[in-house]
């Protein structure tokens, strides 16, 4: 689906179809709070926001009489402004900000790893979710890279297995299972009592890897596209002709140089969450170790393959 633009059109569609089929049967915002993979991708990311929404708690939950941010279904995904730090929830859209009379409701810049050490669950499908991310983007972008660089021996980029039908399904596949399996091996390190413990704890620091390789996805494709766009949409409404197509181009490719300095930055948040993940949960050093080599081993695919 990343590369037919048909297949991306269909899963649109599909998402579409899903959010107004559900929004008629069982109400407004239940296919996105419960349903949409979109909206759990965005859920899983609001961990490492930012940005954050915070609520005077003295003035909620002492002075306030009338909650006039909830009232007339105010908030779309039913949260109190006082909740909804602790959910992954808030979509940001601020009506609760817009409705209160006592303007108790705001938006506060935090580091990425505050809101991971303030929550109050550490849930095993987000960090097997976080990892999961990772392996899929190594899975969608490693097999092309591959295949077209030129750097690589003429016989691996041209390894017969890509040739035999349906393999890429299999490559795609393996690539996953195989980083899974490897990530959670290193946690079991940790001894099979503590495995479950060590998997979600550790498992959480490679989010910011997971988001600075999604982004680098379509920055990149931004960059190498971008500059079709204002053409496009010019000779859709018939302005091709009233003005020079060099106007409403721009060059982007200067931003290329911004994609090895995201995947930096993301790989050293998560390694830093990591340490401190380590010190709090009491991890075993040699489990510490071994996920800081996978995640540098990541770290230099991504460098290479965005
Ligand atoms: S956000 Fe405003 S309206 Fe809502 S409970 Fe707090 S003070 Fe009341
Ligand atoms: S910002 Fe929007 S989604 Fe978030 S708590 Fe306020 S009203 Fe609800």
Redesign the pocket.
Known sequence: MFSHARATGWLLLAILAGAVVSGFLFGKRIWCQYICPLGKLIGQYATISSVV?RSNSNVCLSQCQTHD?IKDA????D?H?SA?KTTNE????????RNCPHKA?RLDARFPWQGLFTQRNWEFSRAFFAILLVALILAVKLPAWIATNDFLPHRVRNLSLFDIPGSNLLIFAAIIIGYFVLVSVVSLLSNAKDFKKSFVYTGYAYLPLAFVGWFNIYFREFVDHGHEILPLAASIVGLSEYIRMSWVTPNLATLKGLIPIITLVGATISLFMLAKIVEDFSIRRVVHRLHQLIMACTTLLFLFIM
């Open positions: 929404l941010c105010g908030c779309p995904m949260l402004p909804s808030c979509i940001l859209c601020l009506s609760c900000a409701v």
